[in-house]
């Protein structure tokens, strides 16, 4: 099945070299496109610049182009793109669903505590609302943060892998932040700014980001967006199943074989073996993508 307008796109976070769980993801988004005779797009992920090594975008680049793995369109850069998330937020605080947030960690500690609610360990806390409009703002304290308002009651959404998905929001994340209290933007704002911008019709990445989704779904409503068709992929783990990360330490890929590299990635998504040289592999896992014609949205 060919989708004339499918665009699809691997949005790296340049906080350091891909490793073998990032290149999955690569090779998942760019074989989807390719299946579906589609458009593959690489877009930096910039915006939380206290956490990006510099050079890494190059380095990535570099890495995913040894792979094979090229942007069909000029790459694309979420650090120059700070004016559309302004003009998305003013629009969210015209509409009433973005506000204003004094609260720093602490307080909303205190504030769940004082209510009873208590926080499971490795979560993140919910926010209790307490600088909602109708709850009285600011009330005099200094905005640090732009929250979205969200409301009570499933959000149901359907991923390509791992079928029906579903997530209360204001009861398991609560009021999520648009813009940080250190004035950066949120990667919630910028992803769903840049998929629409971009046309992105399929979202494919790695399964740790499959709780963003009701969140980005919600953005993309309360902005007119259509919503993504949505496929998380599986993660690679390390010997006492943890989740390969740059933050626990996992080797960038090494440049020096490449197929290698691809061919173990291709083993995660389940493809068949297959030998070099690098474009015929390429091509014989784009025969083989599973999720051929399952890309309904
Ligand atoms: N930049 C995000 C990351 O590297 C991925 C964003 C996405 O694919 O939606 O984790």
């Excluded at 989708?3 to 906080?15: I, K, N, V």
């Excluded at 579906?36 to 190059?58: F, K, M, S, Y």
């Excluded at 302004?86 to 909303?108: F, H």
């Excluded at 926080?119 to 209790?128: D, G, K, L, S």
């Amino acid at each position: 099945m060919s989708f004339l307008s499918y665009r699809g796109r691997f949005a790296p976070s340049p906080t350091g070299p891909l490793h073998a769980g990032s290149l999955v993801a690569a090779l998942a988004s760019w074989l989807d496109a390719r299946a579906h005779g589609g458009t593959w797009l690489v877009r930096i992920e910039d915006v939380d610049t206290p956490r990006c090594v510099p050079g890494a975008d190059h380095f990535i680049l570099g890495q995913l182009a040894a792979c094979g793995l090229v942007s069909d369109e000029p790459v694309c850069w979420q650090s120059a793109r700070g004016e559309h998330y302004e003009t998305a937020l003013d629009r969210l605080i015209a509409q009433g669903d973005a506000y204003p947030c004094a609260c720093s960690r602490k307080d909303i500690e205190a504030a769940l505590l004082a209510a009873g609610r208590h926080r499971e360990r490795h979560h993140a806390a919910v926010y209790p609302g307490t600088c909602r409009p109708e709850r009285g703002g600011l009330r005099g304290r200094e905005a640090r943060a732009w929250r979205l308002k969200v409301s009570p009651g499933m959000l149901a959404w359907q991923d390509r892998r791992l079928g029906p998905q579903q997530q209360d929001l204001a009861a398991e994340v609560g009021d999520f932040v648009l813009r940080r209290a250190d004035g950066l933007w949120a990667y919630q704002l910028a992803v769903v700014v840049d998929d629409a911008a971009q046309g992105i019709t399929h979202v494919v990445r790695g399964e740790d980001l499959a709780d963003n989704t009701p969140r980005q779904i919600r953005l993309q409503q309360a902005l007119g967006q259509p919503a993504p068709s949505y496929l998380h992929t599986p993660l690679v783990r390390d010997a006492n199943g943890e989740k390969l990360s740059k933050q626990n330490g996992a080797q960038a890929l090494a440049l020096d074989d490449p197929l290698a590299a691809l061919q173990a990635a291709a083993a995660v998504l389940e493809l068949p073996a297959a030998a070099g040289p690098l474009h015929e592999a390429l091509a014989t896992w784009t025969r083989a993508w599973p999720w051929r014609g399952m890309a309904g949205g």
